[in-house]
C-alpha cells in the first residue's frame, strides 16, 4: 500500500505540472497484489518480470537462474524476450506445476471485469511493451521494447462504493476503496467505472517504484 501512495502521489503530482487535475479527483476502487521491487541488470526485464512474479509466490528463484533456463530452451541469449510465446514457456518451466499459465489476447487490459477478476484470484499479468527513458509507455516500433507486470488496477467512479464490497480505505487514501471479490458480482458499480480513466499498476525493472499506465491495447500484448 505503501508503494501505491508514492505511485499516486507522484502521478497526481505529475499531471497537475502539465494542467491535468482532472483525472484523479473522486473516488476510486483499488486493487493491488505486492510483488517485491528488482531492478535490472543488462537486458533482462523480462527474466526480472518472471522472478517478481515467482517471488511473490514465495519461490526463491534469481534472474541468474531464470537466465540459465532461458538459455536451455533457447529462447534467450543475454536475457533478451521478444516472444511472448516464448516468454510463456519460460515461466511455464520456472512456476511450479500446479500454476496456470496461458497467453492472452492484449484486449483483457480493456476488459475491466475480466481483469480485475483475474488480479482478485491472485493472478498477475506479463505485459511487453515499448517503454520511454521515463519509464511511461511509448510507441517504438519495438525499438525500447520491454516487460512489467500489471499488478493491480484503479478504477474511477462517481460515488464510494457500498462497504460490503471493500476493505476499507488504509493509510490516508481516503478517495481510494481496497475491493474485494464481492464487488465483481455487483454490476452496477462496475458500469459506473469511467472506462476511459481506468489506470493499470505495473510493476517494472527500471525503477524500484510502482507505475500507473493508462489502458491503450495497440501499446500493450498481454501475457
Not at 16 to 36: K, M, Y
Not at 174 to 186: K, Q
Amino acid at each position: 500500500l505503501y508503494c501505491l501512495k508514492r505511485a499516486v502521489a507522484r502521478t497526481v503530482n505529475l499531471e497537475r505540472c502539465f494542467g491535468i487535475d482532472e483525472a484523479f479527483r473522486g473516488q476510486w476502487l483499488v486493487h493491488n497484489s505486492p510483488t517485491p521491487a528488482l531492478l535490472q541488470r543488462g537486458p533482462t526485464c523480462g527474466m526480472v518480470a518472471i522472478v517478481m512474479v515467482a517471488r511473490s509466490r514465495g519461490l526463491e528463484v534469481t534472474v541468474d537462474q531464470v537466465l540459465d533456463i532461458g538459455r536451455r530452451l533457447g529462447v534467450t541469449s543475454r536475457g533478451e524476450m521478444f516472444s511472448s510465446d516464448w516468454m510463456a514457456s519460460l515461466a511455464r518451466e520456472v512456476m511450479p506445476k500446479e500454476a496456470t499459465v496461458r497467453l492472452e489476447d492484449a484486449s483483457l487490459l480493456e476488459d475491466t471485469p475480466g481483469l480485475l477478476r483475474l488480479l482478485l484470484g491472485a493472478g498477475l499479468v506479463l505485459v511487453p511493451y515499448d517503454c520511454a527513458p521515463n519509464s511511461a509507455v511509448c510507441l517504438s516500433g519495438g525499438e525500447k521494447a520491454h516487460w512489467g507486470v500489471v499488478t493491480g488496477l484503479l478504477l474511477p467512479g462517481p460515488a464510494p462504493p457500498h462497504t460490503r464490497y471493500t476493505r476499507g480505505t488504509r493509510g490516508g487514501l481516503t478517495s481510494y476503496h481496497l475491493v474485494t471479490e464481492t464487488l465483481l458480482a455487483e454490476e452496477e458499480t462496475l458500469a459506473r467505472v469511467k472506462e476511459g480513466k481506468v489506470k493499470l499498476v505495473v510493476r517494472q525493472s527500471k525503477s524500484l517504484e510502482l507505475e500507473l499506465y493508462d489502458r491503450f491495447t495497440n501499446k500493450f500484448s498481454a501475457l
